[in-house]
């Protein structure tokens, strides 16, 4: 029996994680399989993660189809994130969509990476108008929706966030995020670092390498963990206080792969008691990169009129959030 109401297919491929989510009209997120391609050593190997995205995308999109309940022919849209991302690992993700848009006879949709995980996140928490902290490995900023666009009221001036943590984790020999929240709970020596915050921008590179130089004097690992991971909340927790007190709005919303660090939730949950406002924590597996937000926001887009031709569906790795014009909402 045909699911009720319009499905879109979204392929999620900016970075390490090929995914592909299906979701119907009425809100339901009908499937969301992903698999993540994990380097040997080091960071993302755009060329390595495009050939992993390629190998895997027929199990991911079988699975998709399965667990929905759905076959491809129900389909109604195809759904791709053309940007922000590494350049490989995009084009793998836009030809799979192509692909799929031509053989099923189907519009397809170019959807801004950035903003399908607001999109997502107001699905999820039942949000309207929030203040967002958008934190991951390649991004960080505060924006909110303005005259149809999300105007960036902050961002980082150099690395985001979760680079920073990332490449110490691996410097420190004990791998990139979740890891180094997870030292810094056994940290008993807090080190003051330098918080690096002008108005509503950050910046994290000197705070790294603050940080290396706390390892290469030996000092333990812990400790370091804890004075970076403390001190990258609360520069984030100050910008993103800043930011609502100057838009007055009363919904906050945290979205990004860091958005999962349960101690980051935790001082913006005691910040916003502050001015009134409310938080609601996403679902984790909707807060890293994940295809069920491409197909949603996808879906949305459509509804309201957009559609992408073929010739027109190029790729766009350093598209802005602000760059594109919100008609859905």
């Avoid at 879906?299 to 309201?304: E, G, H, I, R, V």
């Amino acid at each position: 029996m045909r699911r009720e109401g319009t499905i879109c297919l979204g392929i999620e491929s900016t970075a390490h994680t090929f995914g592909v989510g299906i979701v119907s009209s009425n809100g339901e997120i009908l499937a969301n399989e992903n698999d993540i391609y994990r380097p040997r050593s080091g960071g993302i190997h755009p060329r390595e993660a495009a050939q992993h995205h390629a190998s895997v995308a027929h199990h991911v999109l079988r699975r998709a189809i399965s667990r929905a309940g759905v076959n491809l022919g129900e389909v109604d849209v195809i759904a791709f994130s053309y940007g922000p991302g590494l350049g490989p690992c995009l084009r793998t993700g836009a030809t799979i969509a192509r692909a799929l848009a031509l053989k099923l006879r189907r519009p397809l949709v170019a959807v801004n990476h950035g903003v399908a995980h607001i999109v997502i996140g107001k699905l999820t928490t039942g949000f309207k108008d929030p203040v967002v902290l958008y934190v991951a490995g390649g991004n960080t900023l505060v924006t909110t929706l303005h005259e149809k666009r999300y105007r960036l009221l902050g961002e980082t001036l150099d690395i985001a966030a979760g680079n920073c943590l990332d490449v110490f984790g691996i410097k420190a020999g004990i791998g990139p995020m979740p890891a180094p929240e997870e030292y810094a709970k056994l940290g008993k020596v807090f080190y003051p670092l330098p918080l690096h915050v002008k108005g509503m921008d950050v910046s994290f590179s000197g705070l790294l390498t603050s940080a290396e130089k706390l390892l290469e004097a030996g000092k333990a690992v812990p400790d370091i963990a804890l004075s970076l991971t403390e001190t990258i909340y609360a520069m984030l927790t100050e910008v993103l206080e800043r930011a609502l007190a100057l838009t007055q709005k009363k919904e906050v919303l945290l979205v990004g792969g860091l958005a999962r660090s349960r101690r980051l939730q935790q001082m913006i949950t005691e910040m916003v008691k502050i001015h009134g406002a409310e938080f609601k924590p996403i679902p984790d597996q909707f807060l890293g990169d994940n295809g069920a937000m491409i197909a949603w926001n996808g879906l949305k887009m459509f509804l309201s009129g957009h559609e992408t031709s073929i010739e027109r569906s190029f790729v766009k790795p350093r598209l802005r959030l602000d760059e594109t014009e919100v008609t859905w909402d």
